[in-house]
């Protein structure tokens, strides 16, 4: 009779054997769940810290960041390590998979990487591996000698937290923790204030709830009935604070500079952006689709390519698309055959102008000068420049 594999579930951490590391942790210290450490100039954050630490005997927040970059060298230990102890960047930019900032269990693992048990266990063994080779080269010095870590959790300490009576609540990680403390501050003045502390409570609750579902989906696939009851309660939540938001306009009217700060800011900024990079005359459209500067590349002509590219049927064709562009049922009312003329004409006007005018072309094959186009004109050289053209 076969011999029983041992089921998927029931995968451990290993068990094997590893040799004492350089750094022992002080007796009776307990690992927390969840840490924060500096690479650099990035913060990374570890979920399962305590895992870590029960599978990498010695290891230390000090120690994480050497670990990392042994870590980063083996793709495949790097992958695992992260995703089984959540190692991820604090701020996490676009371009990080969503895979890589949520914790994975060792079965979901072994599933996606389709392991069997004892491949599971020398996955883990070289893992361990690494960390044996950096903690062999860590300073032997105590940790007791170290700065102690401030005390980190599901459940916050904050004095604000308890001040304001939120104390039950049990935050997911520390960043939401930190990001409602954060809010606390903001609101503090709402909340000693009598006749708004329930407004302003109900809104932060609101916007904690506001923010889960955004991260629920966001973070991971939700199909069919689960995806449409989550959009249900994210639209009525929505609902509820911007009711919330105009009540508290209504009661303390300088609050709209704490609530809709960084939207109102950001809309500013936007404007500003959008006046000044329209106050450059360079951005000017000339023919309504392209700026000055872009018709000048445009009407480059040379040996390999005598033939301008600028094409006025196209323009012609984008202004008429642009002028319907809320128009669901447009069809465009000019002949195809009208636009291949305009493309014509303009390209044989062009180089009959260039004729009359000896325009040279350039000879991009050569070196120096005489290989390359001209420099571009910007506004404020064509203006200091007061030279009459030749119009004969």
Request: aromatic share 8%.
């Amino acid at each position: 009779m076969a011999p029983r594999k041992k089921p998927a579930e029931q995968l451990g951490l290993g068990e094997a054997p590893v040799r004492k590391p350089a750094v022992v942790p002080a007796a009776g210290e307990l690992p927390p769940a969840i840490v924060e450490y500096q690479n650099g100039t990035e913060a990374w954050t570890c979920k399962r810290f305590d895992l870590l630490a029960a599978e990498l005997p010695g290891v230390t927040v000090g120690a994480l960041p050497r670990l990392q970059l042994a870590l980063e060298m083996h793709s495949r230990q790097w992958l695992i390590a992260r995703r089984l102890f959540g190692i991820m960047p604090v701020v996490a930019s676009p371009a990080v998979a969503i895979e890589d900032l949520q914790v994975w269990s060792p079965q979901q693992l072994v599933n996606t990487l389709g392991l069997k048990p004892d491949q599971w266990q020398q996955e883990l063994a070289a893992v361990r591996g690494i960390w044996n080779m950096v903690a062999a080269n860590l300073p032997s010095a105590p940790v007791s000698d170290l700065p102690p870590l401030p005390p980190r959790g599901l459940f916050s300490d904050d004095e604000l937290v308890k001040k304001y009576d939120f104390g039950r609540i049990r935050f997911r990680d520390q960043a939401e923790t930190e990001r409602f403390v954060e809010r606390l501050r903001e609101f503090e003045k709402l909340l000693q204030d009598k006749t708004t502390t329930g407004v302003a409570r109900n809104l932060l609750n609101t916007e904690l709830q506001l923010g889960r579902i955004d991260e629920e989906i966001s973070s991971r696939e939700i199909l069919g009935d689960d995806y449409r009851k989550n959009l249900k309660l994210r639209s009525e939540l929505m609902a509820d604070y911007n009711r919330l938001i105009s009540l508290l306009d209504k009661l303390a009217p300088w609050f709209g500079t704490v609530a809709g700060y960084s939207f109102k800011g950001t809309i500013a900024e936007v404007t500003r952006a959008i006046q000044e990079y329209q106050a450059d005359a360079n951005h000017a459209l000339a023919d309504g689709i392209f700026t000055h500067t872009e018709i000048q590349v445009e009407l480059r002509r040379s040996v390999q390519t005598p033939e301008p590219r600028y094409r006025l049927g196209w323009v012609v064709a984008a202004l008429e698309a642009k002028a319907n562009l809320w128009d669901r049922h447009f069809k465009s009312a000019i002949p195809h055959s009208v636009f291949k003329s305009l493309d014509h004409g303009m390209r044989e006007a062009i180089k009959a102008a260039g004729q009359e005018t000896g325009e040279p072309l350039v000879d991009l094959e050569k070196d120096g000068p005489g290989g390359e186009y001209p420099d571009i004109i910007t506004v404020p050289a064509a203006i200091t420049d007061t030279k009459e053209p030749d119009l004969k």
